[in-house]
């Protein structure tokens, strides 16, 4: 979880979330090849976890309001660095 133990979000947690969000929409705006195999065809799942990084990294570093439940969980900054981390694993095993 990204908070610290007075209870307030880390703005440390929170930072790097949002570059790597805002890093994960201009590098698949700019290069969408990044979520291809090593011979030229589309990896949906690579492709998923990427925008579900992208999109966790913004929600929880602009601090978009998700008070409870599974939605929260989804868009955290955990979820954000274990999507990369798998697309990165999937991409890497091509």
Do not use: Y
Not at 11 to 22: D, E, F, K, Q
Not at 43 to 60: E, Q, R, V
């Amino acid at each position: 979880m990204d908070l610290n133990a007075s209870g307030r979000p880390d703005p440390g947690a929170r930072l790097l979330s949002l570059v790597t969000g805002a890093l994960l929409a201009v590098l698949l705006v700019a290069r969408p090849d990044i979520a291809l195999d090593r011979w030229g065809v589309a990896d949906p799942l690579a492709a998923l976890w990427l925008l579900w990084s992208m999109l966790a990294g913004l929600a929880s570093g602009t601090g978009w309001p998700l008070r409870r439940g599974a939605l929260r969980q989804l868009l955290s900054s955990e979820a954000c660095l274990i999507t990369l981390v798998l697309a990165f694993l999937r991409l890497a095993t091509h």
